[in-house]
């Protein structure tokens, strides 16, 4: 008997496993709240807006190097909008909430937003095909980037008890968007305790606070005080420091009217200079176009070339004695500072109480009633799928783990094959990191005021790889600035960062430009074929 029982254990393995399998599952159905895979045709399940605004098509795509599917904006330079009405309201007010999507920028992102708006309950007589971009949101969450712009939103929307107004609040410091063409995973997570949780591919890249002022701008909780607008500056008040000392007297060798240079009477006229010879002369070589007419196009004259006499000798033309510093020159007399004894600081007003100042334990937030996209790019190919709503954190991790990895790991390898096929004007896999190890740097909260800079440098190595030694330089120069301040206080420095150049590569352009690109590219075609004008080198 005992011998039987033994046996029969083993044959209760597989029922237990999938038992607790079907527990697991049960469970993540009941953590999600919303979800869509874009497997099966969005039409009749997504109301695409029938606003003129909105050109854009939206298709029903496969991913690029997979079988499965999403949403995919087609074309460039479009206004895009799209809607998806939830069965029952979303509340954001009792316990976790989890907002996840994917999207793969199939064709990079130069210019434009990948971001869903989690939209609010509307207006009485709103209509879904009149989805837009004044529809009013509770939280807009994800990637946008144009110009100084490299950002993951997160900005909700939260009606003031005091005045009944909806204001914008907008995450602090937030990452940037990641730079390549993979599968990426946004990630919310909402917790009762107010936390907030920003990850990326399931790394967190920023945790916040919705009541703490430093984490969203403007706060949540408006400040108790506020600068009595009705208060004014008394006109005896004095802000100055410093003033001219009232007793002090210009020196009697003052010259004011002694210039800052003079002409340089030891200077000699180097041998060999040529007077009679001008640096320039006509072009032996030009004839008059066959269709040049005097009466409308003037009189021809034949382009200037370097006088090759020049070319060897110390200078051309007129010779004039070069000028030098004045020695007397002291500039306009100015009176010394000195304190001044009726300063009293810097003027401001007297604080009264706030009248729209509220206390909150936890943001108040409108439930979702809709899924929106509503967005504007220059670039085709974005892919949106597999956007999640749940409960707990462990749902979306799973989904992470099963829908979204996959195809990461796929891609990331081809790119690793990609990255070593590439000729010398691609990026190399040792630009890739460098790259990424910047953007992360222009993610550094304390170089806020720069990350526009920072971006604009990251940027332009990209697209000139030789230079990315330059932009390394220039990064480094603004962070020391900044610790510059920081060590000895004062005015803030100057920024000065040296240009990065290029050798070989000439500037490229994505054809997003205005009219003025194409002037300037005639510009340079004239250039290139005028004869260079040599710098004169009379003043030796």
């Given at each position: 008997m005992r011998m039987e029982?033994?046996?029969?254990?083993?044959?209760?393995?597989?029922?237990?496993?999938?038992?607790?399998?079907?527990?697991?599952?049960?469970?993540?159905?009941?953590?999600?709240?919303?979800?869509?895979?874009?497997?099966?045709?969005?039409?009749?399940?997504?109301?695409?807006?029938?606003?003129?605004?909105?050109?854009?098509?939206?298709?029903?795509?496969?991913?690029?190097?997979?079988?499965?599917?999403?949403?995919?904006?087609?074309?460039?330079?479009?206004?895009?909008?799209?809607?998806?009405?939830?069965?029952?309201?979303?509340?954001?007010?009792?316990?976790?909430?989890v907002l996840q999507y994917e999207v793969r920028l199939q064709n990079g992102l130069e210019c434009g937003g990948a971001y869903l708006k989690y939209l609010r309950p509307q207006a009485a007589g709103w209509k879904v095909k009149e989805f837009d971009n004044e529809s009013p949101y509770t939280i807009m969450f994800g990637p946008d980037k144009c110009g100084s712009t490299n950002k993951v939103h997160f900005i909700f929307k939260h009606k003031n008890p005091k005045t009944g107004e909806y204001v914008e609040h907008h995450l602090k410091n937030p990452a940037s968007v990641p730079n390549d063409k993979l599968s990426h995973v946004y990630t919310a997570v909402l917790k009762p305790d107010n936390e907030l949780r920003i990850l990326i591919d399931g790394e967190e890249k920023k945790k916040a606070n919705f009541l703490l002022a430093e984490d969203f701008e403007p706060a949540l909780i408006p400040p108790k005080t506020i600068p009595d607008p009705d208060d004014k500056k008394p006109e005896d008040w004095d802000e100055r420091a410093k003033i001219p000392d009232p007793d002090a007297v210009k020196p009697d060798e003052w010259d004011e009217d002694a210039p800052m240079e003079i002409v340089d009477e030891e200077a000699v006229k180097p041998e060999g200079w040529l007077d009679d010879e001008p640096e320039e002369i006509d072009d032996p070589e030009a004839t008059k176009p066959e269709d040049w007419d005097d009466e409308e196009d003037g009189e021809w004259e034949a382009p200037k070339i370097d006088n090759p006499k020049c070319e060897t000798a110390p200078g051309c033309g007129e010779w004039k004695r070069p000028m030098q510093r004045n020695p007397a020159y002291k500039g306009k007399w100015h009176a010394p500072l000195i304190d001044n004894p009726n300063y009293k600081g810097i003027w401001k007003p007297q604080e009264i109480p706030n009248p729209d100042y509220f206390e909150l334990e936890r943001p108040d937030f409108e439930p979702i009633a809709a899924i929106g996209l509503e967005i504007w790019t220059m670039q085709d190919g974005i892919l949106f799928d597999n956007i999640l709503i749940a409960s707990d954190e462990k749902v979306a991790e799973t989904y992470r783990e099963t829908t979204w990895k996959p195809k990461f790991e796929v891609e990331k390898e081809k790119q690793k094959e990609e990255d070593k096929d590439a000729d010398s004007h691609g990026l190399s896999?040792?630009?890739?990191?460098?790259?990424?190890?910047?953007?992360?740097?222009?993610?550094?909260?304390?170089?806020?005021?720069?990350?526009?800079?920072?971006?604009?440098?990251?940027?332009?190595?990209?697209?000139?790889?030789?230079?990315?030694?330059?932009?390394?330089?220039?990064?480094?120069?603004?962070?020391?600035?900044?610790?510059?301040?920081?060590?000895?206080?004062?005015?803030?420095?100057?920024?000065?960062?040296?240009?990065?150049?290029?050798?070989?590569?000439?500037?490229?352009?994505?054809?997003?430009?205005?009219?003025?690109?194409?002037?300037?590219?005639?510009?340079?075609?004239?250039?290139?074929?005028?004869?260079?004008?040599?710098?004169?080198?009379?003043?030796?």
């Open positions: 029982g033994r046996r029969r254990i083993p044959r209760l393995a597989p029922a237990l496993t999938l038992l607790l399998t079907g527990f697991a599952f049960l469970q993540i159905r009941a953590s999600e709240i919303f979800y869509e895979s874009f497997e099966e045709p969005f039409e009749g399940r997504w109301v695409v807006s029938e606003k003129d605004d909105y050109k854009g098509v939206w298709k029903h795509s496969k991913s690029e190097g997979h079988d499965d599917y999403g949403l995919l904006v087609s074309e460039k330079a479009r206004k895009y909008a799209i809607v998806k009405e939830l069965d029952e309201m979303v509340s954001l007010k009792d316990g976790t909430i896999a040792i630009h890739k990191k460098v790259f990424d190890v910047l953007y992360k740097i222009a993610d550094v909260p304390f170089l806020e005021p720069y990350k526009p800079k920072i971006l604009d440098l990251i940027e332009k190595a990209e697209k000139q790889p030789n230079i990315t030694v330059g932009v390394l330089v220039s990064i480094v120069v603004i962070i020391l600035t900044f610790f510059f301040k920081i060590l000895f206080g004062g005015k803030k420095p100057a920024v000065i960062v040296p240009e990065a150049r290029s050798e070989a590569a000439p500037d490229t352009s994505d054809g997003q430009g205005s009219g003025g690109d194409e002037e300037d590219e005639d510009e340079k075609e004239e250039t290139a074929a005028a004869p260079r004008r040599r710098s004169t080198r009379r003043e030796t």
